[in-house]
């Protein structure tokens, strides 16, 4: 029902910036909130960042706060997250997700989302 496509992955150095987007089509009327998370090698699925999908309000996992910022185009359908100050730890694969029903008790918790995309590969260097 809903489709979401992530892009903006790539290689950057330690201390670089990167902006990933996810695009949303389908039954996007369904959407309450839209979220990243991420997973590296041998790691399980981990909460970034969420944000409600009409108040825009966000919220973040602590190992990101004051260098990600997510945000979203809600005319556009599409999900953002600006990367800044990256570091070789947040080398992953990063999903975007869509959920129904969102509280903020269970923001963070990856079973709880619906839909998902394909990922983007973040790399980076040190």
């Known amino acids: 029902q809903v489709q979401l496509v992530e892009s903006g992955g790539g290689l950057v150095q330690a201390g670089g910036s990167l902006r990933l987007s996810c695009a949303a089509s389908?039954?996007?009327?369904?959407?309450?909130?839209m979220g990243w998370f991420r997973q590296a090698p041998g790691k399980e699925r981990e909460f970034v960042a969420s944000?409600?999908?009409?108040?825009?309000?966000?919220y973040y996992a602590d190992s990101v706060k004051g260098r990600f910022t997510i945000s979203r185009d809600y005319a556009k359908n599409t999900l953002y997250l600006q990367m800044n100050s990256l570091k070789p730890e947040d080398t992953a694969v990063y999903y975007c997700?869509?959920?129904?029903?969102?509280?903020?008790?269970?923001?963070?918790?990856?079973?709880?989302?619906?839909?998902w995309g394909q990922g983007t590969q973040v790399t980076v260097s040190s």
């Open positions: 997700a869509s959920r129904a029903r969102w509280t903020i008790a269970t923001m963070s918790r990856w079973n709880e989302y619906d839909y």
């Open positions: 389908g039954r996007t009327f369904s959407v309450d909130a």
């Open positions: 944000i409600t999908w009409r108040g825009g309000y966000p």
